[in-house]
């Protein structure tokens, strides 16, 4: 069945580089092969932080709604990133643990040089995420990181399911973000 299996596919290539520090800040979720998590989330939203003193390297808050945009019960998915290879400052290979003992991989298959949107793959290629700094994401953006990941990292892209970002002032205030990351012009009345 196309991608259910990683062992007929080679593995995947992640970006040459990714400044961890660049990479730190607010993501908005485009787009996922979802896990049972993600089935029906909107408003998808993960936050990266470094952390220094402590077991792991990067704290991950993943808050969505359930359902609907703000309408349905928001919850949060607090993670931990554990960043692989020897230079912690430029990896794409890390590993998240959304609880003990689990660490899952989470490869950076593509970030642009501005670090204004990112695809995370998986190696089984059962999960991909993209994601952009903002709510939304150009058509033009969104068909070139889909064709990436056909034909440049072999995906089946069956499953895959753009996620509802829908956002008021309310929402945006009750989420803690800020209007350089969802501008006023992105709101719904």
Not at 22 to 45: L, Q, R
Request: net charge neutral; with cysteine; glycine share 4%.
């Amino acid at each position: 069945m196309g991608n259910s299996s990683s062992s007929s596919l080679p593995a995947l290539q992640t970006a040459a580089s990714c400044e961890t520090a660049k990479f730190m800040g607010t993501w908005f979720v485009i787009a996922v092969k979802p896990t049972i998590f993600e089935k029906t989330s909107s408003n998808a939203v993960e936050k990266y932080s470094l952390k220094k003193g402590e077991s792991f390297d990067i704290d991950i808050d993943f808050q969505f709604n359930t359902k609907e945009p703000i309408s349905s019960k928001t919850k949060s998915l607090p993670q931990k990133g554990y960043i692989e290879g020897e230079n912690k400052a430029d990896s794409s290979q890390w590993k998240v643990s959304p609880f003990w003992p689990i660490k899952a991989p989470y490869l950076i298959l593509e970030v642009d040089e501005e670090y204004a949107h990112a695809v995370i793959g998986y190696p089984s290629r059962n999960y991909c995420w993209i994601m952009s700094r903002k709510p939304v994401m150009a058509e033009a953006t969104y068909a070139k990181l889909t064709k990436q990941l056909v034909e440049k990292h072999q995906y089946n892209l069956d499953g895959l399911r753009k996620v509802p970002q829908v956002w008021t002032n309310e929402e945006r205030e009750k989420r803690g973000l800020t209007q350089e990351e969802i501008p006023d012009a992105l709101l719904q009345d």
